[in-house]
């Protein structure tokens, strides 16, 4: 089964800061999501990597396989972009029978 | 292109009662995949349908089961409620299975509480 860590778990930073969440797992995977939830609940998916770089608008996301890491950047932050940001694999072997792992999210603030 | 719904959206139920919570997907997608939120264990999944049939299933007991009908809508069941089952349900559709790397689409999730 795959393990997903997430760093920072909380991070509190002002508007127009770089910001850098870290997404590691500990078995290869076919996938990896980033995924954002606002308050309320509602999930919307930010990036589906499975190798190299994609970039939406401020929002970068990077995967290393070799290294079985992720990491998702926001540049200029802007306090609408406050919110939990989850990092979630599909292992590589099996087809996704176990679905989606979970990292336990980073909860982000910016300060206006 | 209308979005992942969920119904109901809030749930009051009690001890020892069954529950079923609807999902529809975007059209034209054949998976939905459900997830259980708390904040004790975060997200986690429970079971992922594909044109019909259960493709696998998360660490979730017997009382936990689901369906999904010939127009990919489907539905989840949790019988014999406990405390613990109080929850975020999420439902996401795709257009194929888990693992071939298709985005999944979110819906809002029901809110089940059990007292």
């Known amino acids: 089964k795959n393990e997903v860590e997430q760093s920072p778990q909380n991070l509190t930073a002002q508007e127009g800061e770089f910001i850098t969440i870290n997404c590691s797992y500990s078995?290869?995977?076919?996938?990896l999501h980033w995924l954002q939830q606002h308050p309320g609940g509602g999930i919307v998916s930010l990036f589906m990597?499975?190798?190299g770089k994609k970039k939406h608008g401020r929002l970068i996301a990077t995967i290393n396989i070799q290294e079985k890491h992720s990491s998702l950047h926001i540049t200029a932050s802007h306090p609408r972009d406050s919110a939990v940001y989850i990092c979630a694999v599909i292992s590589g072997s099996g087809g996704g029978a176990d679905g989606l792992t979970f990292g336990k999210g980073t909860h982000l603030i910016i300060q206006p | 292109k209308a979005g992942v719904t969920q119904t109901p959206r809030y749930l009051i139920k009690t001890r020892g009662q069954q529950v079923t919570l609807s999902c529809s997907p975007i059209?034209?997608?054949?998976?939905v995949s459900w997830y259980q939120q708390t904040p004790g264990q975060g997200l986690q999944f429970l079971f992922e349908?594909?044109?019909?049939?259960?493709?696998n299933k998360g660490n979730f007991p017997g009382r936990f089961s689901g369906r999904q009908f010939s127009n990919s809508r489907s539905e989840m069941n949790v019988s014999t409620l406990e405390l613990g089952d109080s929850a975020l349900y999420l439902c996401?559709?795709?257009?194929?299975?888990?693992?071939?790397?298709?985005?999944?689409?979110f819906g809002p999730g029901t809110r089940l509480t059990v007292t």
């Open positions: 996401a559709s795709s257009l194929a299975p888990q693992g071939h790397s298709y985005e999944q689409y």
């Open positions: 078995v290869g995977i076919s996938a």
């Open positions: 349908y594909f044109s019909e049939t259960q493709r």
């Open positions: 990597l499975s190798s």
């Open positions: 059209s034209g997608h054949r998976s």
